[in-house]
């Protein structure tokens, strides 16, 4: 996936959960969309190196939007709606091992009371993958990347229905988007939702596969291929 036109600064403080100030090299400060629903624990400090990328749309009051952030070397996609267009974009071209014989791939598709990210479909002899995805950008204990940042209900409930998809008779998957360079390896956050990491768990004992990728950056390219070893789920 191709990154746009980005601008660098600084964080100055986020709030309101959508707005961040943003510095620019010339000293201006600027007022940044923030399209991240969570927490965003671990992911900033004041005075972080910030890439910014500036809205297409004329008419849209914030004229920024908040894309990495960066804490030195490393980085981290704070932009949230880019882990699905990295999944769909690994999905189509097979780069994504336990996915890759699908020939069909559709995103956003409702089965039971759920819509789910992917419907992998047509491989001959094979029942259908419904793939569900989560976006990661929590980092307590270096170098492990965990999974929520806060209490997800809504999470969990995707959980159960993968159980119920997987006793249904299809495959059933979990793909964690890893959205920082610095993480090595995956487990659930059970400290901040006890409730999902017991359904994670309960998720893999009934055969939902459970899967970790890495978000890679090479210039202003963004690319999800490196699996990520997973910790916790016995």
């Known amino acids: 996936m191709e990154l746009p036109s980005l601008t660098e600064g600084v964080i100055l403080k986020r709030y309101k959960r959508f707005f961040a100030d943003i510095q620019l090299p010339s000293g201006e400060v600027v007022v940044a969309h923030v399209p991240n629903t969570g927490s965003m624990k671990t992911c900033w400090s004041p005075g972080w190196k910030a890439l910014i990328s500036p809205a297409t749309n004329p008419e849209r009051k914030l004229k920024w939007t908040l894309e990495l952030l960066s804490p030195g070397k490393d980085f981290i996609m704070v932009n949230t709606a880019n882990a699905n267009k990295l999944a769909q974009e690994a999905l189509e071209e097979k780069r994504l091992a336990p996915f890759a014989d699908y020939p069909i791939v559709t995103a956003e598709q409702k089965i039971l009371d759920s819509r789910f990210d992917f419907h992998l479909t047509g491989l001959?002899?094979?029942?259908?993958?419904?793939?569900?995805?989560?976006?990661?950008?929590?980092?307590?204990?270096p170098p492990q990347a965990s999974f929520p940042d806060a209490v997800s209900t809504r999470g969990q409930k995707h959980l159960r229905d993968l159980i119920t998809l997987k006793q249904q008779g299809h495959r059933a998957a979990m793909l964690y988007v890893v959205s920082?360079?610095?993480?090595?390896?995956?487990?659930?956050?059970?400290?901040?939702?006890?409730?999902?990491?017991?359904?994670?768990?309960?998720?893999?004992?009934?055969?939902?596969?459970?899967?970790?990728?890495?978000?890679?950056?090479?210039?202003?390219?963004?690319?999800?291929?490196?699996?990520?070893?997973?910790?916790?789920?016995?």
């Open 124 to 141: 001959k002899g094979q029942p259908d993958c419904w793939v569900e995805v989560k976006n990661v950008t929590l980092l307590e204990n």
């Open 180 to 234: 920082r360079s610095d993480a090595e390896s995956f487990t659930s956050a059970g400290h901040i939702d006890p409730d999902y990491a017991q359904a994670l768990k309960e998720a893999y004992r009934a055969g939902v596969e459970i899967y970790a990728f890495k978000v890679e950056k090479n210039g202003q390219h963004l690319i999800l291929k490196t699996p990520l070893p997973i910790e916790g789920l016995s």
